[in-house]
Nanobody
């Protein structure tokens, strides 16, 4: 599976961005697609995930009510709509896929990773 993340940028606090993650290759092997982020000096943390077939969604508490994950099955693309952005959302955002459904929030359970896209929120 190959993943191409895009959509990052610089935005003021309170603004919005939409990230995209396009999957190609063995997409029939995907069970879950997740978004993670990593700020300088911090560990990679879970943001949101979507079940590739069923559409069930999962969110970190820190982004609930502000971020929305969705998928376009026809395009093999998952989106992360980020609203009401805060400076603490600044990080490199990565999308990743896993073949099994367990451990949705655990980076170590994911098999394939995209290259990351920078999100910077200014105060």
């Amino acid at each position: 599976v190959q993943l191409q993340a895009s959509g990052g940028g610089l935005v003021q606090a309170g603004g919005s961005l939409r990230l995209s993650c396009a999957a190609s290759g063995r997409t029939d092997s995907i069970s879950v697609l997740g978004w993670f982020r990593q700020a300088p000096g911090k560990e990679r943390e879970f943001v949101a995930a979507v079940n590739w077939r069923g559409g069930a969604t999962y969110y970190a508490d820190s982004v609930k009510g502000r971020f929305t994950i969705s998928r376009d099955s026809a395009k093999n693309t998952v989106y992360l709509q980020m609203n009401s952005l805060k400076p603490e959302d600044t990080a490199v955002y990565y999308c990743a896929t896993k073949r099994l459904g367990i451990g949705v929030q655990l980076p170590a359970k994911y098999d394939y990773w995209g290259q990351g896209t920078q999100v910077t929120v200014s105060s």
